[in-house]
């Protein structure tokens, strides 16, 4: 009997897929925290060392010298982030496309890139205990069904599961945002500082702010991208190859550029429930699976 995805997603080439990006999306998200530190912590860091410690013709040197040594690391911290990103969606779509038994679309995905010593490289630095976490990477039933249709149920449970853990994070983000705004304003008010005092000291979290704001924005781009994505297989009339190959490569895409969530938040928000909304309109194209399987007429 020929092997579904079920057991196809629990092949060695399949967890090494799996290994080499989740290392590869670390490395990543590790030049993201070194933007973090140049862009908002060593600016708010400086600041307040300003206003303590430092005196002197030192601290207008200091001044312009941080700005510049910034942008000169911004740039190719950013670009390797990308890079990487770049790698790890590449990987996950080797992955994806191998478990569905879908032919590489280069209308659709681009050109195909060889990734076999990369990942080979990449999944020996996991441990066996951290491949072993990464079988059953989709959750299926035993229930028996055509290998479209399970195709569809995987990239739904890819969307769904995305578009939740986007809305739990910023939600995290804005509860972060604003009980750091509120602890400053308990401070000042327990200091007795006057209004102008009380804006310095919001002036110093600037940076910080800023850089909340933009990932909150980021994320609502990704959840608005998502969400059009998911309003696409609603519209699904039929379920084909070169249909699901069309909404792969919005996941494709969606892979490269979205904004990366930390893993220790991932770990947080494991086995949680997701929106009620989104769960039901899962099940409802679940059971209409087979009435558009029926309709399916091209298979290439």
């Known amino acids: 009997m020929e092997k579904g ?3 196809r997603q629990n092949e060695s080439i399949s967890i ?10 670390s490395e990543s998200k590790r030049y993201d925290i070194c933007l973090w530190i140049i862009s908002v912590l060593i600016p708010i860091v400086y600041t307040i060392f300003e206003m303590t410690v430092l005196k002197g013709k030192a601290v207008n040197d200091i001044k312009y010298i941080i700005p510049i ?3 000169l690391l911004y740039c190719p911290l950013k ?5 990487l990103r770049n790698m790890a969606a590449d ?10 038994k879908m032919n590489w679309n280069t209308f659709l995905f681009g050109k195909k890139k060889s990734v076999e010593n990369l990942v080979k490289k990449k999944a020996n630095l996991l441990k066996i205990e951290e491949k072993n976490d990464l079988k059953n990477w989709y959750d299926l039933d035993d229930e028996i069904r055509k290998n479209n249709e399970e195709i569809l149920l995987c990239q739904l449970q890819n969307i769904g599961w995305d578009i939740n853990s986007r809305k739990y994070y910023k939600t995290f983000n804005f509860f972060v945002l604003f009980a750091v705004l509120g602890i400053l304003v308990l401070i000042c008010y327990y200091l007795e500082y006057t209004v102008p005092v009380f804006f310095q000291q919001i002036w110093i979290f600037i940076p910080f702010f800023k850089w909340m704001w933009d990932v909150i924005q980021k994320l609502n781009i990704n959840i608005n991208d998502l969400e059009n994505i998911f309003s696409r297989v609603k519209m699904l009339d039929n379920i084909n190859m070169y249909n699901l190959q069309f ?4 996941i494709y895409m969606h892979r490269k ?10 770990d947080l928000i494991k086995g ?5 909304k989104m769960e039901d309109e899962i099940s409802y194209l679940k059971s209409e699976l087979g009435r558009l399987s029926d309709k399916h007429v091209n298979d290439f």
Do not use: M, T
């Open 5 to 7: 995805i079920r057991e």
């Open 16 to 25: 090494d897929y799996l290994a080499a990006q989740k290392r590869i999306y």
């Open 69 to 71: 040594v910034s942008l």
């Open 79 to 83: 670009g390797q982030s990308q890079k």
């Open 91 to 100: 990987i996950q779509q080797h992955f994806d496309l191998y478990v569905y």
């Open 247 to 250: 909404i792969q490569s919005y």
């Open 257 to 266: 550029s979205c904004h990366k969530i930390p893993d220790c938040f991932y």
């Open 272 to 276: 949680n429930n997701g929106d009620k």
